[in-house]
């Protein structure tokens, strides 16, 4: 279970240094390797050079220890921790560096593709994070090859994880990036229907981020992207389950104003990790070695008072990423969210996994 004396003792603190105008982060994502199996259009990580890609991973991923270092460096300030990648489960000491973040108390969220979910001990698993965000862009099974690059196999053995997820009583959720290949089923509603039918209680819908590295776009047009907004807002205000994530300000907003508004980018508020140590700052979109900063030889302290950061306060480069739109939103419309995301987790928890936790 969450340790809610370490939380307030976190909060406290990172509300002290907001005070004397200090920066710090509170929740901290770990791209734990550069792998991973999947193909997806809308990732850098869908490479479809896997060769290359295994190289770099062997070359530039940390090891066991170094990312034990980082993760003991980071729980002093963060009060949530969130493990993706690449494709997280694909590294072979994966449930050695999940259990040594849970000893270090920091609640879990993994985010995985959850191709490889029936090669993990979910038992032990269960006993160690708080949920899994199990990205399921669509439902159906040809929407979800083109979202993901992957074949109609690897469809079944996702639908088949999420069938042994829910008999081992794991808590999760689903996370879909709404691109072009799959808005029908948010129009038409059959996402949450088929999403409840699959075991889930909650969701979070995030419209494509389009990546600046290629000459595509991803993003429905804009007369698709309104009807969307207009049926999960329907959704959303139905309060049937699955329960949507992500306030319906977000989807207003791009509805009003074809995007997220925000004044200032909430992106310091998370520390993001990559697979070989290194925290861009103030975010990937600024990679350059000259603000590149590695967490194995500097502290997060040094890392955070980096000038690099004054960009976020005027950068409105995101449109549509529900992540950054959510962490520039104001504290008490996060904090409604948060708690209210929280007890819908805990109500899905199995009795036998709170009890264990
Ligand atoms: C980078 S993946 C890594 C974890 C794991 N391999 C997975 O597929 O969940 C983490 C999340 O980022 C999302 N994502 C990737 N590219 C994105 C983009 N351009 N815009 C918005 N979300 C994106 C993925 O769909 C996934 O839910």
């Not at 002290?16 to 929740?27: C, Q, S, T």
């Not at 690449?86 to 191709?115: A, Q, W, Y």
Request: charged share 20%; proline share 4%.
């Amino acid at each position: 279970m969450v340790d809610v004396i370490r939380t307030i003792d976190r909060v406290g603190k990172w509300s002290l240094n907001r005070a004397v105008g200090r920066r710090r982060p509170l929740i901290a994502v770990f791209s734990l390797t550069h792998y991973c199996n999947y193909f997806c259009p809308m990732c850098p990580f869908g490479d479809s050079d896997k060769q290359g890609q295994i190289k770099l991973a062997s070359k530039n991923d940390l090891t066991t220890e170094q990312w034990k270092s980082i993760f003991d460096k980071v729980s002093k300030y963060c009060i949530w921790s969130i493990i993706e990648g690449g494709e997280p489960t694909s590294r072979p000491d994966f449930m050695e560096l999940v259990r040594h973040l849970d000893s270090l108390k920091l609640p879990i969220t993994l985010i995985t593709n959850c191709s490889l979910l029936h090669t993990i001990d979910l038992d032990e698993l269960k006993r160690h994070i708080q949920f899994i965000t199990c990205s399921i862009d669509s439902v159906f099974e040809e929407s979800y090859c083109k979202v993901r690059g992957v074949t109609p196999q690897t469809y079944q053995r996702v639908m088949q994880n999420l069938q042994i997820l829910n008999e081992h009583g794991v808590p999760h959720t689903f996370n879909s990036v709404i691109t072009k290949f799959n808005t029908r089923e948010f129009i038409d509603k059959s996402y949450f229907r088929k999403a409840k039918d699959l075991g889930v209680n909650s969701v979070s819908l995030t419209f494509v981020e389009d990546r600046s590295d290629v000459d595509y776009t991803l993003l429905p047009d804009r007369d698709t992207i309104v009807q969307v907004c207009k049926s999960v807002l329907e959704h959303i205000q139905s309060r049937e389950d699955p329960q949507v994530m992500i306030p319906l300000q977000y989807f207003e907003q791009i509805i009003e104003h074809g995007r997220g508004m925000y004044d200032e980018c909430g992106v310091w508020k998370s520390i993001f990790v990559n697979g070989n140590g290194t925290v861009m700052v103030p975010c990937w979109k600024y990679s350059s070695p000259q603000n590149t900063y590695s967490l194995l030889e500097k502290s997060v302290e040094e890392i955070w008072s980096a000038p690099q950061w004054e960009i976020a306060k005027t950068c409105h480069d995101c449109q549509v990423l529900g992540c950054i739109w959510y962490s520039s939103q104001p504290v008490t419309t996060f904090a409604q969210n948060y708690m209210m995301g929280l007890s819908k987790m805990i109500s899905q928890r199995a009795p036998e996994a709170v009890e264990q936790s």
